[in-house]
């Protein structure tokens, strides 16, 4: 069983930055995907990023493009979340997760298959 932990979220003035760090319990065999989503209150989870941790390919949801990066180690299991230029509507638990085998549905949260329980970004006006 994979176990996901996130840390990095706080509160930061608009404008600011954070960075968000997903650490994994094991290492995982064969080809997979670690990605950013997140929840505002009272709002579906949306995703933010994923990036291949083989061959480091990334995709970014358009709100993030230009704002944030996704980065990994792949020695270390771990994926991060550069977050630049946050804006009140950046607020939101920031949940890392594991998408297994291809990239398909890639955005979809129901294609993942492990999940963190999430760090709180908050961003204040």
């Known amino acids: 069983q994979v176990q996901l932990v996130e840390s990095g979220g706080g509160l930061v003035q608009a404008g600011g930055s954070l960075r968000l760090s997903c650490a994994a319990s094991i290492r995982i065999g064969g080809r997979y995907y670690m990605g950013w989503f997140r929840q505002a209150p009272g709002k579906e989870r949306e995703f933010v990023a994923t990036?291949?941790?083989?061959?480091?390919?990334?995709f970014y949801a358009d709100s993030a493009k230009g704002r944030f990066t996704i980065s990994r180690d792949y020695a270390k299991n771990t994926v991060y979340l550069q977050t630049n230029t946050l804006k009140p509507e950046d607020t939101a638990i920031y949940y890392c997760?594991?998408?297994?085998?291809?990239?398909?549905?890639?955005?979809?949260?129901?294609?993942?298959?492990?999940w963190g329980q999430g760090t709180q970004v908050t961003v204040s006006s």
């Open positions: 997760a594991v998408k297994l085998n291809d990239f398909s549905d890639y955005a979809r949260t129901a294609a993942y298959d492990y």
């Open positions: 990036i291949g941790m083989s061959g480091g390919s990334t």
